[in-house]
């Protein structure tokens, strides 16, 4: 079964985690959820994500989402090497500063735009 990514392409964080699986060359199905007409607010994607935010990751009935938790998933079970995201502690940390940088920073300026 292949990979669904439920996401928007509008969001920073879905396109993260795009760019994320083709860089290690997983194939997976994209469904678009329509943010404004509120399709993360259905029951059926609510069971997958009670956090109702996208990207939300679907591998095989094991849910996901948080951009930087799948990218994280993604690399540590299908990455080749570690260069993407190192074994070395202090080489991942700041890997892990970045993830949630991103998250935070980019986030919260698309939140403020559209307000």
Do not use: W
């Amino acid at each position: 079964m292949p990979h669904i990514l439920y996401g928007s392409l509008a969001s920073p964080p879905t396109r993260a985690v795009i760019m994320t699986a083709e860089e290690l060359g997983i194939k997976f199905e994209l469904k678009a959820c329509n943010l404004i007409e509120g399709e993360q607010f259905t029951p059926e994607f609510l069971r997958m994500n009670p956090s109702h935010t996208v990207p939300t990751l679907d591998d095989d009935g094991f849910y996901l989402f948080e951009s930087g938790a799948i990218m994280t998933y993604l690399v540590n079970k299908y990455g080749k090497d570690d260069s993407l995201y190192p074994k070395d502690i202090k080489k991942r940390a700041t890997v892990d500063q970045l993830l949630n940088f991103s998250t935070q920073s980019f986030t919260t300026c698309l939140y403020v735009a559209v307000s």
